[in-house]
């Protein structure tokens, strides 16, 4: 069993940045793919971007540009960096890794990963 616990939420106001950490335990995440969701209250997860394991990266249109994804491995932390932030990022973020594949597969579903973090909340206010 894989635990991911997320760290690093807040609130910041719109232009400014944060750093988002999913810290795991129980497994190394060095052969997992990894990914960051977000989600609002009444609204379906949503994709924000992910990194295989070998460090190939994906991001959704709406963040292209302003995030970047990464991971230590000898940490076993996954980073979700932020900037440029918009009033439209407020959400709860959330990480998931995927043990399948061998860490291979740059995905964008919610169903291909199968752990996730109890999220945490960034608020970006204008």
């Known amino acids: 069993q894989v635990q991911l616990v997320e760290s690093g939420g807040g609130l910041v106001q719109a232009g400014g940045s944060l750093r988002l950490s999913c810290a795991a335990s129980?497994?190394?995440?060095?052969?997992?793919?990894m990914g960051w969701f977000r989600q609002a209250p009444g609204k379906e997860r949503e994709f924000v971007a992910c990194i295989t394991s070998g460090g190939s990266t994906y991001f959704a249109d709406s963040v292209k540009g302003r995030f970047t994804i990464s991971r230590d491995n000898t940490k076993n932390t996954v980073y979700l960096r932020m900037n440029s932030l918009k009033t439209e990022d407020t959400d709860v973020y959330y990480c998931a890794a995927d043990s399948r594949w061998a860490g291979v597969r740059l995905t964008t579903t919610p169903p291909a990963y199968n752990y996730w973090g109890q999220g945490t909340q960034v608020t970006v206010s204008s």
């Open positions: 129980g497994r190394t995440l060095s052969t997992y793919a």
